[in-house]
């Protein structure tokens, strides 16, 4: 049976299920994330209401009739646009302009209508339904084009293209229609997560979706890549014009370069409230300063029209992210030599040692320069910590301090550290911590190797403390239990982080982090 997945049509067995065509295709999915199933290309169509009629002088955007009474006439569109491509203009004069002919199975009328600017009518001339035209509407008229006896023929109104309409002659012709696909167009679409189901004859899938990037906006690019986990990224909002992912608002990114927010464009929002929040468009929006575009959907856009808030979406870039950090020498010399990058070296050159530090540090900038110089320390330098579930605000606001939420490695410096007292302090932001109440505190003791945060309920709230030894009066920070916010165990060697004086950074990295 005949199907198409993420856009290319296949055949496959009978029965087969969408577990059946991702692994005979392929595609890319990750496993959790939702796939987009159409049924076939009618239900997809039944609520398309515009189209774009391309001619070698530009292009002309209809609206259908949604009206009852022009239904048999839109249906007939539906069902036989296709057939007036590749056609002349047959004749323009300064009311009109007509398509054609097309044979269609319509019984003409000899009534005679007034019509409007704008109007979309098919017309059968001659009064035979082997001479159908379409005919559209430069100025008001009153005429008999022998319509069907539905809605004086009407069944679209021009919304765009007047001036190509204008300019159309006899020796100008018809390249191609094409329906406008919008938001509205998929909502009947199902959005599933069983791949057991089984598919049916002229079934369409969409596992993904794939963007391009804006070149000229290399910091919030990098923001988007941050936001994709695992080949996936987590639906925060939705709404009928854009979905938003929020997993990374907060954090302050410059405007860039600003464009119009179209369907299928791709924003982080750079001023205001949401400050970080990444934003894509299912409707046009306005131009606004305030949104930095980042890129743009190129296939999946039906994944986009059906997700809801908490869906995980499979996502492939067009561009591969140059991420560096976490990995060895060696995997980001591949990784560059791949992309045509030149990697040098600055430091340690082991080809097993971790990359801590990049320059540049953008994807984009790192390309336009054709080079990258990477610094790398001995894997066992790198503080591992596994985190908790259990204080989601402090573990945000330490992933904040320390690069954690956008990158794979992080740094913070050493604050506090006197020999033989067992505890290491670390800088923190004292406006960041306002909001760090108590969660995850300590009950009987701090276990050796914990790391953990002074909360609000201290005049030191943010400072961020390791302890290397077990104690059941004082936390990491060395504050009473309920002023401290355990986050985390330290899952490396650990014991030469207290032997570092003051001023000292310290690399991290999440123990289950994958670059």
Avoid at 12 to 29: C, F, G, H, K, L
Avoid at 180 to 208: F, H, K, Q, W
Avoid at 257 to 263: K, P, S, W
Avoid at 422 to 429: A, L, N, S, T
Wanted: with cysteine.
């Amino acid at each position: 049976m005949l199907i198409k997945i993420n856009g290319e049509e296949m055949d496959v067995a009978d029965a087969s299920t969408i577990q059946d065509v991702i692994d005979e295709t392929n595609a890319p999915y990750t496993p959790g994330s939702i796939i987009c199933l159409i049924k076939g290309k009618k239900e997809l169509e039944k609520n398309i209401s515009k189209y774009k009629i391309k001619t070698n002088k530009g292009s002309i955007i209809i609206q259908l009739d949604e009206s009852e009474e022009a239904k048999p006439l839109v249906d007939v569109w539906k069902s036989q646009y296709e057939d007036f491509v590749d056609l002349d203009i047959r004749w323009s004069t300064s009311t009109e302009v007509a398509v054609g002919p097309i044979v269609t199975d319509m019984e003409p009328t000899s009534d005679e209508y007034k019509y409007f600017e704008g109007d979309v009518v098919l017309s059968l001339s001659s009064f035979s339904n082997e001479s159908t035209h379409l005919i559209m509407l430069k100025e008001n008229t009153t005429n008999v084009y022998s319509v069907p006896p539905y809605n004086k023929g009407i069944f679209a109104r021009i919304i765009g293209g007047k001036k190509t309409l204008d300019e159309l002659t006899d020796d100008d012709k018809v390249t191609g229609i094409e329906p406008i696909i919008e938001r509205s167009t998929t909502t009947d679409s199902a959005s599933v997560s069983d791949l057991s189901t089984v598919l049916e004859e002229g079934n369409e899938l969409y596992t993904y979706i794939s963007f391009n990037v804006d070149e000229d906006s290399p910091v919030c690019v990098e923001h988007l890549f941050s936001l994709i986990k695992d080949g996936r990224i987590k639906v925060s909002f939705d709404s009928e014009s854009f979905l938003g992912f929020y997993d990374l608002m907060g954090i302050d990114k410059p405007k860039e370069n600003t464009t119009q927010r179209t369907r299928g464009t791709i924003t982080v929002r750079n001023d205001g409230v949401g400050v970080g929040r990444l934003y894509v468009y299912r409707e046009n929006r306005v131009l606004t300063p305030n949104h930095t575009t980042v890129g743009h959907i190129v296939n999946g856009m039906e994944i986009i029209d059906i997700a809801k808030e908490n869906d995980f979406i499979t996502v492939k870039a067009e561009q591969q992210r140059l991420m560096l950090l976490n990995k060895t020498q060696k995997q980001a010399t591949e990784m560059l030599s791949a992309a045509g990058v030149e990697h040098m070296i600055d430091g340690l050159i082991d080809d097993d040692a971790i990359i801590v530090e990049q320059m540049p540090k953008h994807t984009i900038d790192i390309l336009k320069e054709g080079q990258v110089i990477t610094k790398a320390v001995k894997k066992e330098d790198i503080c591992s910590i596994k985190f908790v579930d259990t204080a989601p605000r402090s573990v945000r606001y330490f992933k904040y301090i320390t690069g954690l939420l956008e990158n794979p490695v992080g740094k913070i410096k050493v604050h506090f550290a006197v020999p033989g007292m067992h505890i290491v302090m670390f800088e923190g932001d004292k406006k960041m911590a306002k909001g760090l109440i108590p969660e995850n505190n300590p009950v009987d003791k701090v276990i050796r190797g914990q790391i953990g945060i002074t909360n609000m309920a201290s005049k030191s709230a943010g400072l961020i403390g390791i302890r290397f030894e077990d104690n059941s009066e004082y936390g990491p920070t060395a504050e009473s239990f309920d002023a401290t916010n355990i986050i985390g165990d330290i899952t490396s060697d650990y014991d030469y982080i207290e032997q570092l004086k003051e001023g000292v950074e310290v690399y991290v990295t999440e123990s289950n982090y994958e670059s």
